[in-house]
């Protein structure tokens, strides 16, 4: 059976349950942690973690087989029984670890921890990771996020921004408005070039016409 990563991290491990009860029933033959988002198999009606099943069915030998019967799996809902004992439960929220106290119901977990201010975010700049309540305070002060020059767009980092003076600037947007002279000229010498082609062609039209008019006159 190749489960072996997934019994390695259970999306719940069972030690942030508060009232953990029949664990026969509520935990996950796969990752040995508490069931989230549960489905069933028809012939067994054994539970797995959605996750779970769909992972071990990629590693499966044989992803049609139950991992529990051994017969062909076909998906149900888990047990509604099941369900409602998994509604009693309280969790420990994930981010304790980075100094969340919360301990919330089981169907309020997902939303908890997706608005948790102890959850953390990377700042773009150092990649140091940063809790959420915290995080705007690093981010506007963290000498290696980088900003963007609002006159030149030129971009540098915060702790080189006395850098980044007005002569420096300037410079920047004269040569920026050199090239952007060069690419119209670029464009401008195009179009002239098609025009005198145009031009070049008529003419050589219009002098066909008259000389096939002055031998047909002859």
């Known amino acids: 059976m190749a489960t072996s990563f997934i019994r390695d991290s259970p999306y719940l491990s069972k030690d942030r349950i508060t009232d953990l009860a029949h664990p026969e029933l509520t935990v996950c033959s796969l990752c040995n942690g508490l069931l989230w988002l549960p489905v069933a198999c028809e012939k067994c009606e054994t539970s797995f973690c959605t996750s779970c099943i769909k992972t071990w069915r990629i590693e499966a030998e044989d992803p049609r087989l139950c991992p529990k019967c051994s017969t062909e799996y076909i998906q149900r809902p888990c047990p509604g029984a099941i ?80 850098q980044h003076t007005d002569y420096k600037c300037l410079r920047v947007q004269l040569n920026q408005l050199r090239d952007q002279m060069m690419r119209i000229e670029q464009i401008q010498n195009g179009k002239l070039n098609l025009l005198e082609s145009q031009i070049r062609h008529l003419i050589e039209t219009i002098e066909q016409i008259v000389n096939r008019q002055r031998i047909s006159i002859n």
């Open 83 to 162: 369900t409602h004992i998994l509604s009693t439960f309280n969790i420990i929220c994930h981010y304790k670890p980075h100094g969340c106290s919360a301990i919330v119901p089981y169907k309020s977990l997902e939303t908890h921890e997706e608005t948790c201010n102890y959850r953390q975010k990377t700042c773009p700049g150092c990649e140091e990771k940063i809790i959420r309540m915290h995080f705007n305070a690093h981010y506007y002060t963290c000498p290696s996020v980088l900003l963007t020059c609002p006159e030149c767009n030129s971009i540098y980092q915060r702790q080189n921004a006395d």
